[in-house]
């Protein structure tokens, strides 16, 4: 079988900007790939890397786009190396699509978790989440003085009803020491903190099994499992919490199918800052992969103006 292939750039503003560990991230871009079979029927795929959180960069991507030809196989596709996971994963999307095999997943029963934004502004942005229905929210730490973070969570736990469920990520930007001091004040909240992400960096496994093993509130890596070869490395170490997958960046869907069918492992599945076509892919793999019924982290539409259903149209014909 034979595709025609293209492609095309993408550049969407934030309403407001990201503020993670990481820095201030305030334009998301990414590359929208369309294929097209010898019957004319068109599929899309997209590339959205976050190279500071693993992946490639978007030159890498868009500089391997540029060099394939015009025509692709799916032979061509199953090949792309393990260092460009957010192609492997547009590209094998798009290919999933055309073929049809899981189409029939139904993703509408997921849940979600909202992201609130970082700092004071959570203090009222939550109650508009929780009004669209979200019941289950994240809150990035790690990003200000721990002593300012810590007052705001105290007033944010005392505003949340009773059933809601709060998620900390610190985007591994927190000490052994404050981690300690975060899951000491998490410990006390009943239950009502689901787990705390990545709160030590990358290069700190052990750290983080050593406190996982410690305390009772769950600790949920992120980072540490960027790629689906990561992920496989922390399962053979042993990790007993969470993991973290974000679909777009993990690599190729075919084997992160293949990976959690064989391992039994608590997963939640979180968004890169898709657009809808990136989106899709991620949800139907998370309806079919999620095992314990997690919120899925995808209530991000808010960090985003909404667009007309033609945006994807316009990008094509606009080149």
């Known amino acids: 079988m034979v595709y025609q292939f293209s492609y095309r750039p993408l550049n969407k503003k934030f309403t407001r900007p990201v503020i993670t560990n990481h820095g201030i991230w305030e334009i998301r871009e990414s590359v929208i790939i369309r294929l097209v079979d010898t019957t004319g029927k068109v599929s899309w795929g997209e ?17 391997f786009c540029n060099q394939l030809p015009a025509e692709i196989t799916p032979e061509i596709i199953f090949d792309i190396p393990d260092k460009l996971p957010a192609c492997q994963f547009g590209f094998e999307s798009a290919l999933e699509n055309l073929a049809e095999t899981h189409e029939s997943i139904n993703y509408q029963n997921l849940t979600y978790s909202g992201l609130l934004p970082a700092g004071k502004a959570a203090l009222d942005q939550w109650k508009t989440l929780w009004r669209q229905g979200y019941q289950t929210f994240k809150w ?51 239950n009502r903190i689901e787990f705390i992400e990545q709160p030590l960096s990358v290069d700190k496994f052990s750290e983080m099994l050593e406190l996982s093993n410690a305390y009772h509130t769950k600790i949920a890596l992120d980072e540490s499992v960027a790629t689906l070869q990561q ?10 919490g969470i993991f973290v997958i974000k679909p777009g960046i993990v690599g190729s869907p075919s084997q992160l199918r293949k990976f959690c069918q064989q391992h039994q492992i608590d997963v939640v599945f979180s968004s890169v800052f898709e657009t809808a076509i990136g989106r899709e892919a991620a949800l139907k793999l998370a309806a079919e ?4 019924n997690r919120a899925v982290g995808f209530g991000i539409n808010h960090f985003f103006t909404e667009k007309d259903s033609n945006w994807l149209k316009s990008l094509w014909n606009n080149h």
């Open 140 to 190: 990035k730490i790690g990003v200000d003085e721990i002593s300012k973070e810590i007052k705001i969570f105290n007033s944010l736990i005392q505003k949340l009803p009773k059933s809601a469920k709060l998620r900390l990520d610190a985007n591994g930007g927190l000490s052994y020491e404050s981690a300690k001091l975060w899951l000491k004040i998490c410990e006390t909240l009943n």
């Open 289 to 292: 992969l999620s095992q314990n």
């Open 47 to 63: 590339i959205s890397p976050i190279h500071w959180f693993g992946s490639e960069t978007l030159q890498q991507a868009l500089d």
């Open 231 to 240: 992920l496989e490395d922390c399962y053979k170490q042993g990790w007993p």
